[in-house]
């Protein structure tokens, strides 16, 4: 049974970072795809950043220069750096995984984790 189970999300000041981290298990995702969507309240869930070891990393234009995505595949995890974060970042944040390549299509995503809160202060 795969799980992703996000950590790291939080309260913080405008401008200020955050660090999210996705721990997968029950299949190893060495060479697929792994992402982050997020959701804000009364607002569609959006893709955020996605990673694969053999292709790199896409982001979404509104994240562009401020977040960064890694992975530690020895650790089957996943990581979201977030710089500069604005109230407008204010969302659930969730962890994706695909069995396949790079997408930011949330329908290709089979698997998701429960989300964590992640709420910027002005």
């Known amino acids: 049974q795969v799980q992703l189970v996000e950590s790291g999300g939080g309260l913080v000041q405008a401008g200020g970072s955050l660090r999210l981290s996705c721990a997968a298990s029950?299949?190893?995702?060495?060479?697929?795809?792994m992402g982050w969507f997020r959701q804000a309240p009364g607002k569609e869930r959006e893709f955020v950043a996605a990673i694969r070891w053999s292709a790199g990393s896409i982001y979404a234009d509104s994240v562009k220069g401020r977040f960064a995505i890694s992975r530690d595949n020895a650790k089957n995890t996943v990581y979201l750096q977030m710089n500069s974060l604005k109230p407008e970042d204010t969302a659930v944040y969730y962890c994706?995984?695909?069995?396949?390549?790079?997408?930011?299509?949330?329908?290709?995503?089979?698997?998701w984790g429960q989300g964590t809160q992640v709420t910027v202060s002005s």
């Open positions: 994706a995984a695909r069995i396949g390549p790079l997408t930011r299509m949330r329908s290709e995503y089979n698997y």
């Open positions: 029950g299949r190893t995702f060495s060479n697929d795809a």
